[in-house]
């Protein structure tokens, strides 16, 4: 599976909008675009994935780039809930596990 | 729906004991996974199963066993516990392998060998 590289942490306020990024320079054409968080104590829970274009559900929306080479998790009104670690992760037809990352830690301020 | 469920959810072991952790999953997915995860770290695949009595080594296999003999369950087994094996464990399973399919987690076995 490709690398992706994601900023160690980042802060956010609650109810603003949280955009967290992702490079994934490598990408192959085959490759779908994870995302997971991971609460505190808790196993990693799946939140959005995409191949090509931007995807919304319930939980964020995934904006990917037009050379997919990168892609953004946006979080329209972050919550004291959603300070977890997200970890971005490329996944082809082929591979049998998810390389995870360091992530990125995600703070939500008061 | 309990969805993936581990037991235990903690334990601490002398080095050189052996213990079993057990993963249920009741989605009747095919595939399972067992992951580590480090301090500070992402996870590392130890084990999977493809399917009812098919095992393979994922990343870091060494020091730990697993089987599958119902498709529910999934087990980790260490002959023989060493401290460097003190981590948190997680299992995951999933409908398939495609690259459009997720893994669903469980909430994890916090393990220390002293």
């Known amino acids: 599976d490709a690398k992706t590289t994601q900023p160690n942490s980042m802060e956010s306020n609650e109810e603003e909008p949280v955009h967290l990024p992702c490079n994934h320079s490598?990408?192959?054409?085959?490759?779908?675009i994870h995302w997971y968080r991971q609460l505190p104590s808790q196993g990693p829970e799946y939140v959005i994935h995409?191949?090509?274009s931007n995807v919304n559900n319930r939980m964020a929306s995934l904006a990917i780039a037009e050379d997919r080479k990168s892609s953004t998790l946006i979080l329209h009104r972050a919550t004291l809930r959603d300070a977890a670690v997200y970890y971005c992760?490329?996944?082809?037809?082929?591979?049998?596990?998810?390389?995870f990352g360091p992530g990125t830690r995600l703070s939500v301020l008061p | 729906n309990a969805g993936v469920t581990q037991t235990p959810k903690f334990r601490v072991l002398k080095t050189g004991q052996s213990m079993t952790l057990l993963c249920a999953q009741d989605?009747?997915?095919?595939?399972m996974y067992w992951y580590r995860q480090d301090p500070g770290m992402g996870l590392r695949l130890i084990h999977y199963?493809?399917?009812?009595?098919?095992?393979a080594k994922g990343e870091v296999p060494d020091g730990y066993n697993v089987s599958r003999l119902k498709k529910q369950n999934f087990l980790l087994g260490l002959e023989s516990a060493a401290p460097s094996q003190t981590s948190v464990y997680f299992c995951?399973?999933?409908?398939?392998?495609?690259?459009?399919?997720?893994?669903?987690f469980g909430d994890g076995t916090r393990l220390s060998i002293l």
């Open positions: 989605m009747n997915h095919e595939y």
């Open positions: 995951a399973s999933s409908y398939g392998t495609a690259g459009n399919q997720p893994q669903h």
């Open positions: 199963s493809v399917g009812e009595g098919t095992t």
């Open positions: 995409g191949l090509t």
């Open positions: 992760i490329l996944r082809d037809n082929y591979g049998q596990n998810f390389v």
């Open positions: 490598t990408i192959s054409g085959t490759d779908y």
